[in-house]
């Protein structure tokens, strides 16, 4: 069955460090694959999506996704956290493939940031 | 635009109440689409609608029912509350050309004791 993992229940890195969060997925095609942040209270917001093409996507917030076919994996990146980026992250992919399936989310990992 | 709104934002229900959760939305979206979040277990859908008057069950749909008689309307019904139904729940809305792209509503934290 499809799945997403994201291996990381819970980072912390400091204020101005670098970030990479993990996310692996398991189908056979080129899945269509997502980043939501979610803000303490708040509901998901999308950050960015791959669907297929150039495998660096950019996002919003000075965020970057890898799509790596060999490696099944979509990793979050970004080169300067900000305080403001403590939040949990949820990888999620389309349910069957296809831009047009139901949406199947990772179990997310949570995002500190230190001063 | 107001996006996804959801009521009430928080609830405690008794064992055994009923109650429904209210979510619109004024993009004039098609889909819409109703989760649970567990603690530690990300997003679980209960149900979702790809138009007014269909409706069809997600992974999780028992002990909830839904309805969806307008294209901005899709509340969620809680029957005979039960304490595995505490939880955050998140309604969400996506258009019909890009529907896995969803907008999500602030959700409503639920307690059933």
């Known amino acids: 069955a499809q799945s997403v993992t994201q291996p990381d229940i819970h980072i912390t890195v400091s204020e101005g460090a670098s970030l990479e969060l993990r996310c692996n997925y398991s189908?056979?095609?080129?899945?269509?694959l997502f980043w939501y942040v979610q803000s303490p209270g708040q509901g998901l917001q999308l950050l960015l999506k791959?669907?297929?093409?150039?495998?660096l996507v950019q996002g919003i917030k000075g965020f970057e996704a890898e799509f790596k076919r060999s490696q099944s994996s979509f990793n979050l990146r970004k080169p300067s956290v900000h305080w403001s980026d403590a939040a949990e992250y949820f990888c999620a992919v389309v349910l069957g493939g296809g831009s047009q399936g139901n949406l199947i989310f990772g179990k997310g990992t949570k995002l500190s940031v230190k001063p | 635009n107001a996006g996804v709104t959801q009521t009430p934002k928080f609830r405690i229900l008794k064992i055994g109440q009923s109650m429904t959760l209210q979510c619109t939305q004024d993009?004039?979206?098609?889909?819409m689409y109703w989760y649970r979040q567990d603690p530690g277990m990300g997003l679980k859908l209960i149900y979702y609608s790809v138009g007014a008057g269909i409706t069809d069950k997600g992974e999780v749909p028992n002990g909830y029912n839904v309805s969806r008689s307008t294209t901005e309307d899709f509340p969620l019904r809680l029957e005979l509350a039960a304490p595995s139904q505490t939880s955050v729940y998140f309604c969400?809305?996506?258009?019909?050309?890009?529907?896995?792209?969803?907008?999500f509503g602030p959700g409503t934290r639920l307690t059933v004791t």
């Open positions: 969400a809305s996506s258009s019909s050309l890009t529907r896995s792209e969803q907008y």
């Open positions: 791959y669907f297929s093409g150039d495998t």
């Open positions: 189908y056979g095609a080129t899945p269509y």
């Open positions: 993009m004039n979206h098609n889909y």
